[in-house]
């Protein structure tokens, strides 16, 4: 199994630490005068293990103390994902709520939507397939919901009613081929059309026994939106909400700048494919290197094509931004299935939706709307050129 890719959220070279306690580490920018308000905590840095898009977070010198004086950043193990929380806020008191508060409500969410937990809602809606509807929240209808309609859009290339498949091939165990026949046996669960959602009656059912519906892939989009508006509530002005691939921003940093996100390299671990400035935007990654397993020379990984119920093969990796995590996220997925062209085609003709996808082949597709903002690192960039 690939581990993630490596320790990402790295502290940059600039900051030094300026005091160890038990788990938390206090960094600060060393050219600064000793500012107790501009403080950068981190907490187990030394185990940190990130997925594959990460923040540059810039000198906080140029600060306003007029306008905003505290930055923080925690970073917490939430039991899905790592999770970093950035906020700005007028006072650090502010700032802390703003980051428990974000916090919390991954941990609230996670407790209704993940599915290794097993009194979840969903993992409670998953054990009543075949049997009855589930009374669940507002938060569990809108992701499913917000699923069904993504599954349209991208053509039934989002699904998420590939949970059997995706626990056949063992991606949160221990990984395995299944055969043929076994996935064959499995289609008949992925059938869309037996996930009612009735948001009257605020219930989910599953009509076929054995179904299981799978959040995973547009889920840490929405926690992060979520995470957001609990972050404003609680007094920040400003911050980044990152749950593995999934960041979502909003506001300025202090010194008025947008928040800088870089994109993993699918294929050369620790190196940069592109730079992009995100302002009040969500960025989502899907890759094949993220979880994978290799046998015979072919690589295995987690994102299954729902038409064959293998490892969909079009791309290495898909970055989607939008306004809202849970577009960006569920995007992310099904545009990964979908291909590089025929997801472009799709990107193009969405409002406000923008991508870079790298082909099977290495080579780097922009959106038309993106084309004026994405830096790509050198090498990339040159490499794209040569290319037909
Ligand atoms: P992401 O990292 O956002 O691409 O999500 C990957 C996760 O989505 C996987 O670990 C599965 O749980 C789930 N998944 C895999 N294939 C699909 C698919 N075709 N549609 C929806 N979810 C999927
Ligand atoms: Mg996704």
């Not at 690939?2 to 502290?11: C, D, E, N, Q, Y």
């Not at 840095?45 to 505290?70: G, K, Q, Y």
């Not at 916090?103 to 969903?122: C, D, G, H």
């Not at 990796?317 to 099904?334: C, F, H, P, R």
Request: aromatic share 6%; hydrophobic share 45%; net charge negative.
């Amino acid at each position: 199994m690939g581990a993630g890719a490596g320790a990402l959220f790295g502290i940059p070279g600039w900051l030094r630490p300026m005091s160890v306690g038990v788990d938390t580490l206090t960094y600060m920018d060393p050219s600064l005068p000793l500012r107790q308000d501009i403080v950068w905590f981190r907490e187990h840095v030394a185990d940190l293990n990130v997925a594959h898009v990460w923040i540059h977070l810039p000198r906080a010198a140029a600060t306003d103390p007029e306008v905003l004086h505290a930055v923080d950043r925690f970073q917490s193990e939430i039991e899905s994902a790592p999770a970093v929380i950035t906020a700005v806020g007028p006072t650090t008191p502010d700032v802390n709520e703003a980051i428990n508060a974000g916090f919390e409500e991954i941990k609230r969410l996670e407790q209704l939507l993940s599915t290794w937990i097993a009194e979840s809602e969903l993992s409670r809606v998953n054990a009543a397939a075949g049997q009855k509807p589930v009374l669940v929240s507002p938060e569990t209808m809108t992701v499913v919901r917000r699923s069904l309609q993504i599954a349209e859009v991208t053509e039934g290339a989002f699904n998420i009613a590939v949970g059997p498949a995706v626990a056949a091939w063992g991606v949160s165990a221990e990984p395995r081929i299944p055969t043929t026949q076994e996935l064959e046996s499995l289609k008949p669960l992925m059938d869309l059309h037996a996930v009612h959602a009735d948001v009257l009656e605020r219930t989910i059912y599953l009509e076929k026994a054995g179904m299981r519906i799978d959040v995973g892939g547009i889920g840490k989009g929405y926690a992060a939106d979520q995470a957001v508006m609990a972050m404003k509530k609680a007094g920040a002005v400003a911050g980044v909400v990152a749950l593995s691939g999934d960041i979502k921003t909003f506001g300025h940093l202090p010194d008025g700048k947008t928040f800088p996100v870089a994109i993993q390299h699918p294929r050369k671990e620790g190196a940069l494919l592109a730079e992009i400035d995100l302002q009040d935007e969500a960025i989502s990654t899907a890759g094949d290197y993220e979880r994978f397993f290799e046998k015979n020379g072919i690589r295995y990984h987690h994102i299954l094509d729902p038409r064959t119920l293998q490892p969909a093969r079009g791309c290495q990796s898909v970055s989607v931004i939008a306004k809202e995590g849970i577009w960006a996220d569920g995007l992310d997925t099904g545009i990964f299935v979908l291909g590089a062209d025929r997801g472009m085609e799709l990107i193009e003709q969405l409002d406000d939706v923008e991508a870079i996808i790298v082909d099977q082949e290495g080579k780097v597709h922009i959106s038309s709307g993106l084309r004026h903002r994405v830096r790509l690192s050198a090498e990339v960039d040159r490499h794209n050129r040569e290319q037909p």
